[in-house]
């Protein structure tokens, strides 16, 4: 499977809204991953293996095959706020509400 080289997705899309059980506007912005907690059981377990002698205890992933990531959109409801994620394809290049162009890369006028 080869991945898309482009994905372009407008920054307002009407989708399904599960709170509202209907179709509803929703604005669209990428997923971000957040500041890593220093006080999640993993990173507390970790830190602990390490201390001390001994060197490093874990291996560190190195082998990396992959040259795309898996876009995730959050999507927020404009009428209840409800948030939800909708994952998309591996993608090269990913915009968000860029212009859309017309036949032969010309751009389209009035809208």
Do not use: W
Request: proline share 2%; glycine share 8%.
């Amino acid at each position: 499977l080869q991945a898309a080289k482009m994905v372009n997705v407008p920054k307002r899309i009407r989708t399904f809204c599960p709170k509202l059980k209907k179709h509803t506007l929703h604005k669209v912005t990428q997923y971000k991953q957040g500041k890593a907690s220093l006080y999640a059981q993993g990173k507390r377990r970790y830190d602990r293996k390490q201390k001390g002698f001994g060197g490093q205890t874990k291996q560190i992933f190195r082998k990396k095959a992959k040259t795309t990531k898996k876009i995730v959109l959050m999507l927020e409801c404009t009428e209840s706020k409800y948030r939800h994620m909708k994952q998309i394809k591996r993608c090269k290049k990913f915009e968000l509400g860029a212009e859309k162009k017309g036949k032969r890369g010309s751009h389209i006028y009035g809208v």
